[in-house]
């Protein structure tokens, strides 16, 4: 299991990885034994463990992730609701301006962009974007170009999705569009509450 791998490499210990991370010892143990499976955890749990491991979660995950199609060999690419789990995990765990100075300067969506991963790039400059325009903060105009795109198809969350066909109806579809953040449904993806996280 690739945290107990981590906790090797790392020298850290399941008691010391339990401090690091908040989590209960108990829970820790249950991951590193396989009681708990780690695709299972919460969003907050992964973010927790992969940054006292200062690991990415997608790392957390590796062993149970199918690549992409678009991906290369050596290359795994998370589904979208992850990556929009782990982007506003980060929003919240480091704080909006924390957010913005990180991913400005590694310039992840630009990174994104280049690997073709479209949805997640355009993700992430929608969240800059929001942040922006909620704590009176200019924009940043490298990303002009990638501003007048927008996907094909529009990307809804997969529990509108999920109702709608247990539903047999599109009308979630419809209520979620009309109450989109609107950053985001510039670019097709309909995002409702990014800062609503457990």
């Given at each position: 299991m690739i945290v107990n791998e981590l906790l090797i490499?790392?020298?850290?210990?399941?008691?010391?990885?339990?401090?690091?991370?908040?989590?209960?010892?108990?829970?820790?143990?249950?991951?590193?034994?396989?009681?708990?499976?780690?695709?299972?955890?919460?969003?907050?749990?992964?973010?927790?463990?992969?940054?006292?491991?200062?690991?990415q979660i997608e790392n957390l995950l590796r062993e149970v992730m199918h690549p992409h199609p678009e991906a290369s060999d050596d290359e795994y690419r998370p589904s979208f609701e992850i990556f929009k789990s782990n982007v506003c995990h980060m929003v919240k765990n480091s704080g909006d301006t924390d957010f913005l100075i990180s991913i400005l300067k590694s310039d992840d969506i630009t990174t994104l962009w280049e690997k073709k991963w479209f949805p997640e790039s355009l993700y992430l400059l929608a969240m800059v974007d929001y942040l922006c325009r909620i704590?009176?903060?200019?924009?940043?105009?490298?990303?002009?170009?990638?501003?007048?795109?927008?996907?094909?198809?529009?990307?809804?969350?997969?529990?509108?999705?999920?109702?709608?066909?247990?539903?047999?109806?599109?009308?979630?579809?419809?209520?979620?569009?009309?109450?989109?953040?609107?950053?985001?449904?510039?670019?097709?993806?309909?995002?409702?509450?990014?800062?609503?996280?457990?």
């Open positions: 490499e790392k020298g850290i210990t399941k008691y010391a990885l339990a401090k690091l991370s908040g989590l209960p010892h108990t829970t820790v143990i249950d991951i590193c034994n396989g009681k708990s499976k780690i695709e299972k955890c919460s969003g907050e749990t992964l973010y927790k463990i992969a940054k006292a491991l200062n690991v704590n009176d903060l200019p924009l940043c105009d490298e990303y002009e170009p990638m501003r007048q795109t927008r996907l094909n198809k529009t990307l809804y969350p997969t529990g509108i999705v999920t109702l709608c066909a247990a539903l047999d109806s599109d009308k979630p579809k419809r209520e979620s569009l009309n109450q989109a953040i609107p950053e985001f449904l510039r670019f097709n993806i309909v995002e409702n509450e990014v800062s609503n996280v457990c």
